[in-house]
């Protein structure tokens, strides 16, 4: 009976030692080794351990499973594009804008310097310079070279051909009112006594054959030259002295007029004027809420939310061909595959090793069963 107990603990005892080793060491070659094994040219079996072995499978696996299942555009759309996320991407740029671009401490020439354009104002101010300067000399080369009619537009010229008429009459009517008027005897008369005053002793003859007065010779002169202004010939003498001095002027280069004019002067004048004007410096020297009061309001009331819903939209519409082009399954499947084995090892020991003291107790448990079934058999049969 003692001899039938021994060999019972005996087979339990090797039992338990066989089943347990043998699923510790089935455990240690899902690793191990990590390399394969060569005695000479050849490989020892089962070699190297399952896992590295097989890690290319397990990576490309793991690639599917991850872009498939688990980083999907659902995914995304549900956890990054989430109300959620929208109303905390709001509420951090509605806050930045306020503390930022809205500063009632923080000048146009401050945010200039922030953003490395502190030049930017004399950088203007020779950028308009350089404007005037050309404009300036784009303007003298185009009067040396130009004639009056080629520089008048054609509208403008057509439109001043027509007031050549009606400037000669103007000049009539004007001369014929003024002759009829009491100024205008007055003055003929005036000419009339200085004519003959300068004629020596014919003149006082005609004086004296006048008896002093010479009204009445005025008054006849004056209806004289109130027909001669009425008549067609004064006219047609006036309209083609006029018409042909206008046309003469129009044929004139312009440098005839420009000759005295000191462009040099005018141009440092605009230039100084411009400067003045635009005043950078002190314009620069202002916040944005001073030039802008109701900014912050639009900017974080009305621009804020229409941004986010546009770029909210535009991404979750182009979310799909993020995914499509990070391509994560081969990402996953890159880093797996270069995942060193023995970090990948502790990975997996990190999170199953009680699991896996419980595979090798089942198996001193399971070669303990046998055993006394061995030894039973042994005794018995």
């Given at each position: 009976m003692v001899d039938g107990l021994i060999t019972i603990l005996f087979m339990v005892v090797v039992g338990s030692v066989i089943g347990g080793f043998t699923n510790h060491i089935a455990i240690k070659m899902l690793f191990h080794p990590y390399e394969a094994k060569y005695i000479g040219?050849?490989?020892v079996p089962f070699t190297p351990g399952l896992i590295p072995?097989?890690?290319e499978d397990l990576a490309i696996q793991l690639g599917r499973t991850v872009s498939n299942y688990l980083l999907t555009p659902d995914m995304f759309r549900t956890k990054i594009l989430s109300p959620e996320v929208r109303d905390m991407a709001a509420a951090f740029a509605k806050q930045k804008v306020e503390e930022t671009v809205f500063r009632d401490d923080r000048t146009l020439a401050q945010w200039l310097d922030i953003a490395g354009f502190?030049?930017?104002?004399?950088?203007i101010e020779d950028k308009v310079d350089e404007v005037i300067h050309t404009q300036f000399a784009n303007v003298q080369n185009t009067l040396s070279t130009k004639t009056i009619r080629e520089l008048i537009p054609a509208d403008f010229e057509a439109t001043m051909d027509q007031k050549v008429p009606e400037f000669i009459e103007y000049l009539l009517e004007k001369g014929e009112n003024y002759f009829k008027s009491y100024d205008g005897q007055i003055a003929i008369q005036k000419m009339l006594n200085d004519f003959l005053q300068s004629k020596g002793s014919l003149g006082g003859m005609v004086q004296m054959f006048l008896g002093g007065d010479t009204s009445s010779l005025a008054e006849t002169v004056q209806r004289e030259l109130l027909n001669f202004l009425k008549s067609d010939g004064i006219y047609n003498v006036l309209h083609n002295l006029i018409h042909g001095e206008y046309e003469k002027l129009k044929d004139r280069p312009v440098t005839d007029f420009t000759a005295d004019i000191d462009f040099d002067r005018i141009?440092?004048?605009?230039?100084?004027?411009?400067?003045?004007?635009?005043?950078?410096?002190e314009r620069l020297n202002y916040t944005i809420h001073h030039y802008w009061p109701q900014g912050k309001t639009w900017a974080t009331e009305e621009l804020l939310p229409k941004l986010l819903d546009r770029g909210f939209a535009e991404a979750e519409n182009k979310i799909e061909d993020v995914v499509k082009k990070l391509n994560l399954e081969e990402v996953v499947r890159q880093q797996v595959d270069t995942f060193p084995v023995q970090k990948l090892e502790e990975l997996i020991l990190g999170i199953s090793k009680r699991e896996f003291k419980m595979i090798t107790f089942l198996g001193f448990v399971l070669g303990g069963v046998i055993g006394v079934v061995q030894g039973l058999f042994a005794v018995f049969v």
């Open positions: 040219n050849w490989r072995k097989r890690r502190s030049q930017l104002p004399r950088t141009e440092a004048s605009v230039k100084a004027y411009a400067k003045k004007e635009m005043n950078l410096d």
